[in-house]
T-cell receptor
Framework: QKEVEQNSGPLSVPEGAIASLNCTYS??????FFWYRQYSGKSPELIMS????GDKEDGRFTAQLNKASQYVSLLIRDSQPSDSATYLC??????????FGPGTSLSVIP | SAVISQKPSRDICQRGTSLTIQCQVD?????MFWYRQQPGQSLTLIAT?????????ESGFVIDKFPISRPNLTFSTLTVSNMSPEDSSIYLC????????????FGPGTRLTVL
């Protein structure tokens, strides 16, 4: 089992819809979780971090964390073509290692 | 967040040569990391570079192949030695605060092609 897994893409959503990106992790002791966005040919940029169970909202983005089920998700409301990118989930494990998931490619169709 | 620059932004190199990539930060940072991102893949950590100590390498990466320097709190270099076409990747440096749970911020990356 891979340490961090993400839903396989590519994911296509129409403009204005909600995009849902999922990430699961294997280390139950993980405490810190991050979502990064990476445009083609660019480096990853941080969207959100989340540390506690529940939802965390920032503008059109909502991160959801459920430690009991070992998953973290990212919802993008009112998706825009500019949201088209690869989204990387990163988890800091109980042994202080940052593990990046394989990424999910999102395409928002105008 | 810190402003991070990398040099060169891209390079094309011949097999068997070496390339040194520089990472400069506009403020002092405790932890610096070097990642590799192969085409279509996610990020793989090469090593953690802390000032004043030897770099800590991840499984599958060795100092002879990827020597790292960290002379101060704002600068680090990664050398890719004796390159082969399999080393063609994007190399990224990132920085974070003192704690392992701190967010990492990435430089713009160096796109390396080995012929």
């Amino acid at each position: 089992q891979k340490e961090v897994e993400q839903n396989s893409g590519p994911l296509s959503v129409p403009e204005g819809a909600i995009a849902s990106l999922n990430c699961t992790y294997s280390d139950r002791g993980s405490q810190s979780f991050f979502w990064y966005r990476q445009y083609s040919g660019k480096s990853p940029e941080l969207i959100m971090s989340i540390y506690s169970n529940g939802d965390k909202e920032d503008g059109r983005f909502t991160a959801q964390l459920n430690k009991a089920s070992q998953y973290v998700s990212l919802l993008i409301r009112d998706s825009q073509p500019s949201d088209s990118a690869t989204y990387l989930c990163a988890v800091i494990t109980s042994y202080d290692k940052v593990i990046f998931g394989p990424g999910t490619s999102l395409s928002v169709i105008p | 967040s810190a402003v991070i620059s990398q040099k060169p932004s891209r390079d094309i190199c011949q097999r068997g040569t070496s390339l040194t990539i520089q990472c400069q930060v506009d403020s002092q940072v405790t932890m610096m990391f070097w990642y590799r991102q192969q085409p279509g893949q996610s990020l793989t950590l090469i090593a953690t570079a802390n000032q004043g100590s030897e770099a800590t390498y991840e499984s599958g990466f060795v100092i002879d192949k990827f020597p790292i320097s960290r002379p101060n709190l704002t600068f680090s270099t990664l050398t890719v030695s004796n390159m082969s076409p399999e080393d063609s990747s994007i190399y990224l440096c990132s920085v974070s605060g003192a704690h392992s749970t701190d967010t990492q911020y990435f430089g713009p990356g160096t796109r390396l092609t080995v012929l």
